[in-house]
Structures are given as structure tokens and as C-alpha cells.
């Protein structure tokens, strides 16, 4: 994995153009694998996708050119590490058989947020402010692609899949402070905690991840206490309707009566539209400091996804051994 330890812009430009490259090279053997085998569809895809990478890798030079940042040559190509992750965002996204727009869509949106992530990490640890700088000019870009891909993967889904998985989310224009975010925040931490909480013979990842929700929970209900002492001068009417919105869409988890694979994949998809709440008002909002809030929040929330996933993969796992 990349060192997100970037000394200078011209290292980190040159890290953000080979990873371009190199979705350029993995999404073109992808669209030739599947037009091998017939599969029109997923190849169709792939290829629209090589075409926008080529693009994003054309704009970076450009930019690369418009600030004289001289590329550095000891970088040499990036090769992706595979998410060794649920089928959907693995072997089968990949694998020309199985393969749909869906999954193909889901693959490159897990792309283009361990990117997202990558950047972040990179503008959080960094001392060189130009660095900071364009790692987080970065960070949005690869957030806005993400938001693109999930978009048609959205269309994809309902397309493919039952959609009695999916559920509303808070409006995302209703937030106008950093308080009413963590508000929100705090109120969905609390149904995906209270929805793992009733999953019986939950692994043990479950358990650390119950504990890591309720430790974020404290840690914004302190950093709302913080903003505004008297919390309960907090609800405006759009944000009452919000958190009644939100109440609404709580993973409808049934215990026994559900298949550990079901209850799985219900949090996954409030993790994912949690997510999406994020990533609507890191894209909208003006305010620095919602917009920071917002960030960390859609890190966190990707924390969840892909752990979430990797305890699906391993439930697969198990069940083909």
C-alpha cells in the first residue's frame, strides 16, 4: 500500500498520475476480458470507464503543467491492491461470467474511495502546506468521482437487485452548522450500534465495530456539547423532520429470523447511504467547518463499509469450505 508520508507536490502529483494509469490499465484488461466472453454489458462499462480515467489522467497533466510541479521519475507504476472483500467487489466484479454494471460500478466506486481516503490521510498528516493543499484538492476530486459511480451504481442496482435493502436518508440540504451535522450524526450511530447490538451470533468484528460506533458516539456528542452547550435548543423543524426521516430508515433487523448474510448486508446499506448523506454535503456546503466534519465522517463511514464487507467475504468463505 502507498505511504501516505508525501514529502513534496511533485511526489504526490506523481503518485495521483500512475494511479490514474494504472485504472486506466486495469479497467482496459477488464473491458477486453469481458468482451472476450461475451458480456457486452460489463464491457460497455469498462470501457466508458478507461475513456474517463483518460481523461482525469489528462486534466492532471494539465494542472501538473499550469503549477510547473516536475513529476518525479523514482515513482514508478502503482499496481492496485485488490479489496479482498465480498465477491461483489471482488471476484466477481471481475470475473466475465458473473460480472454486471453493478458490480462493475461497485468495483470502481471502492476504488475511487480508498483513493478518497488515501488523499485525506495524505492533507491530514502532511507538514508541507502545498502538499496538504493539493491532497485535499485531490481528496474532493476522487470524492466527487466516487459520487458520479455511485450514482449509476444506484440505477444499477434497482436494476438488478430487489430494492427492499435500500431506504431513505436525511435531506442533506437541511444541515446549516457543524452542530445540526453531528446531531444527525449521533442519532446514526446510534441505529447502526442498536442494529448490531441485535444480531445474535454476530462475529467478532461485529463486536469491535458496536465498540468503536458507541466511541464515536461519545466523541460527537463532546464535540457538540462543545459547539453548543444547550443541545436542546438544537432542532429547527427541517432537522426534526431529518432525524424523523432518519428514524425511518433504521436496518430492519430481525435476530433469528433473518440469515447472518441478510442482517450483514441491511447494515452494509445503511453504512452506504450513511455515507452518501456524508459525501451530499462534503459536494454542497460552503462552510469550512462542515465541510471538515463532513470528511471525517465519510471516512469513518467507509471504515464501516469495508469492514462490514470483509466479514461478508469471510461468511462466503466459510460457507464454500
Request: proline fraction near 4%.
Amino acid at each position: 500500500m502507498q505511504s501516505t508520508k508525501v514529502k513534496t507536490t511533485g511526489d504526490l502529483m506523481s503518485i495521483a498520475l500512475q494511479a490514474e494509469r494504472e485504472a486506466i490499465r486495469r479497467y482496459s484488461r477488464l473491458a477486453e476480458n469481458m468482451r472476450e466472453a461475451g458480456n457486452e454489458s460489463a464491457a460497455a462499462l469498462f470501457e466508458r470507464m478507461v475513456t474517463e480515467e483518460q481523461e482525469h489522467e489528462r486534466l492532471l497533466l494539465e494542472w501538473m503543467a499550469k503549477e510547473s510541479i516536475v513529476p518525479n521519475p523514482d515513482i514508478g507504476p502503482i499496481r492496485w491492491r485488490d479489496p479482498n472483500v465480498s465477491t461483489t467487489y471482488n471476484e466477481e466484479a471481475r470475473d466475465p461470467r458473473y460480472s454486471t454494471p453493478y458490480k462493475a460500478l461497485a468495483f470502481a466506486v471502492n476504488n475511487e474511495e480508498n483513493a478518497f481516503r488515501f488523499y485525506t490521510h495524505v492533507a491530514a498528516e502532511s507538514d508541507n502546506e502545498a502538499v496538504s493543499k493539493y491532497a485535499e484538492i485531490l481528496a474532493r476530486e476522487e470524492l466527487g468521482h466516487a459520487a458520479l459511480l455511485r450514482a449509476e451504481r444506484r440505477l444499477a442496482f434497482h436494476a438488478e437487485r430487489d430494492a427492499s435493502l435500500t431506504g431513505p436518508v436525511p435531506d442533506p440540504s437541511t444541515i446549516h452548522s457543524e452542530a445540526e451535522l453531528l446531531a444527525i450524526a449521533i442519532r446514526l450511530d446510534r441505529c447502526l450500534a442498536d442494529a448490531m447490538s441485535e444480531i445474535i451470533t454476530g462475529p467478532p468484528e461485529l463486536t469491535t465495530l458496536i465498540q468503536k460506533t458507541q466511541q464515536q458516539i461519545i466523541d460527537n456528542e463532546k464535540a457538540l456539547n462543545r459547539i453548543m452547550p444547550n443541545t436542546k435548543e438544537l432542532p429547527t423543524d427541517d432537522i426534526s423532520m431529518s432525524l424523523v426521516q432518519l428514524d425511518s430508515s433504521d436496518p430492519d433487523i430481525e435476530g433469528e429470523s433473518a440469515s447472518l448474510d441478510l442482517e450483514l448486508q441491511r447494515l452494509s446499506g445503511f453504512c452506504d447511504r450513511s455515507f452518501a448523506f456524508y459525501d451530499a454535503i462534503v459536494e454542497s456546503t460552503t462552510e469550512e467547518s462542515i465541510m471538515r466534519a463532513a470528511q471525517r465522517l465519510t471516512s469513518t463511514a467507509l471504515d464501516r463499509i469495508g469492514i462490514l464487507k470483509q466479514v461478508i467475504g469471510n461468511e462466503h468463505a466459510s460457507r464454500e469450505t
